[in-house]
Nanobody
Framework: QVQLVESGGGLVQAGGSLRLSCAAS????????MGWFRQAPGKNREFVSA????????DNADSVKGRFTITRDIAKNRMYLQMNSLKPEDTAIYYC???????????????WGQGTQVTVSS
């Protein structure tokens, strides 16, 4: 069982930056692919970014390419999402997830955090 806890969300002005963190409860975290997803009000959950156990990353969602960067620190059991040049349309609850495969499909991820709210004001 893997427990995930996100942090780092908040309110930021357009153009600003935030860094989200996802802490995993177990060292078996290193065996999993990790992903970030988000869900805006009234919208479906969507893929943002993902990273494999060996640091290989999947292409980010088009909406965040060039602005968001995913990293992970195996020694600290943590994953991060650096978000720059934030836009109001980035406003959403951001979730981290863990699963056996590096995909952009949320159904492939077995473990989820509770989410952290990101609000970008215009």
């Amino acid at each position: 069982q893997v427990q995930l806890v996100e942090s780092g969300g908040g309110l930021v002005q357009a153009g600003g930056s935030l860094r989200l963190s996802c802490a995993a409860s177990t060292r078996t975290f290193s065996r999993y692919a990790m992903g970030w997803f988000r869900q805006a009000p009234g919208k479906n959950r969507e893929f943002v970014s993902a990273i494999a156990w060996n640091g290989v990353t999947r292409d980010n969602a088009d909406s965040v390419k060039g602005r968001f960067t995913i990293t992970r620190d195996i020694a600290k059991n943590r994953m991060y999402l650096q978000m720059n040049s934030l836009k109001p349309e980035d406003t959403a609850i951001y979730y981290c997830a863990a699963g056996p495969r590096l995909t952009d499909y949320d159904g492939d991820y077995d473990y989820w955090g509770q989410g952290t709210q990101v609000t970008v004001s215009s």
